[in-house]
């Protein structure tokens, strides 16, 4: 039996009780780490040599295959896992993601992890790796982020990026990531807090604690956003600018929907479902109000009426929204509130899908989804996403993941609202 001490975490003062946490019944351990749970028995072993040179064991899975803690040893246990080709064979910080008793660990197929359960003074450690399958279903991955920009601001943008310059920011070279004048970059994801300040002045542009808020950016000056990760309390340092000197670039040529997606798009406008407002920026994040649109369009289209009753909110008048509302497709967030302009996810546009085909009286197929991160489903959208997946509406995003919380784009809005027209209809 393999351990490790975990020195971080002396200074905590745990109870020392023990008690076991039983598995589930169709799950097991990994051989000779019984601390450590896997929901399949690995399919074969292959030598592994760590970064720092050690031998050690590497234990491959079959795809889907989930992790979890096994063995609590103390009141305070969990199960914590890393990529070790990014950060070496052990650190603690932002790159250290924490799954607690209750949580469970969905690996990426093709890539090796690091996983160590822990209590306040002991530890149990291994290497794993799913075998990646070589089905090629679903729907295209998104292309990686142009000019190298961050995973997470490439994400947060709603117009790629056209290159990098650099800039002396407190006597040091910072990559700067140019954007035409104009692209809204979202700041928060209702989960941390960032900002965005103007480095020649000084002066805080745009702010966002908890909520989703936009820096539209000037033609003017260089931008440095500043992202908290709320968990570890550290930052992310980002710079941005818009192209050319002073000046906006000449305006572009009308944005084309992807080709995977180019068909279903043609068919949405010619039938009327897609309004006009929804025939551009394809490539960006839809909103909750905007997926509404498509699913109203889809709605009247199919019955041939419109739909008169409302309900409302204090802080939308969008009649595409009281609308949906009214069909219970869709519901507020409190307060009276719908949040017409906020992040519209995956999972949430499987929900509004769900409920749409509910409301024209033609059920989908149901059955239990079968991604790799479905312990990353919300209770309150898993039967919607096994129903998108029996009915091929919606699809995963690659390697068997269906990435619940990722932003849907207008495109694949689209796409999926056309799919459900051609069961419904």
Known sequence: MKKRTLSLFLALVMSLSLMVVPAFAADTTVPDHDWIGCS?????????????GLKDTLYIFPEGTTFFVAYRSADWSALTAYDPSEVGDITFGQDYAFYSE???????????????????????????????????????????????????????????????TTATVNGEQQTVYLFPAGTKIFLSDGDGYASATNIATGEVVARGDGYPLELTLPADGIYEIKYLHVMWNDYDYYYVSANGAGTAEPEQPAEQPSSWAAEQVTAGIETGIVPDSLQSGYKQAATRAEFCALATGLYETVTGSEITDRVTFTDT????????????????????????????TRQAAATMLSRLADAL???????????????????????????MQATGVMNGVGDNAFAPNDDYTREASIVTIMRLYDIVK
Request: aromatic fraction near 6%.
């Open 40 to 52: 399949n028995a690995p399919i074969r072993t292959e030598d592994y040599t760590t970064t720092s």
């Open 102 to 164: 209750t949580e469970r660990f969905a690996p990426e197929p093709g890539k090796v992890y690091h996983l160590v359960v822990s209590d306040t003074m002991d530890g149990q450690e291994c290497y794993i790796e799913l075998e990646a399958s070589t089905d090629s279903s679903g729907e295209p991955e998104d292309p990686e982020p142009t000019s190298g920009v961050p995973e997470w601001l490439a994400g947060k943008a709603d117009q790629a990026s056209t290159g990098t």
């Open 317 to 344: 008048t969008d009649e595409n929204v009281e609308k949906m509302a009214a069909l219970g497709v869709v519901n507020g967030v409190g307060d009276g509130k719908f949040e017409p302009n906020g992040q519209l």
């Open 361 to 387: 009286d033609k059920p989908l197929t149901e059955q239990a989804p079968t991604f790799a991160d479905n312990a990353s489903i919300a209770g309150w959208a898993y039967d919607a996403v096994g129903q």
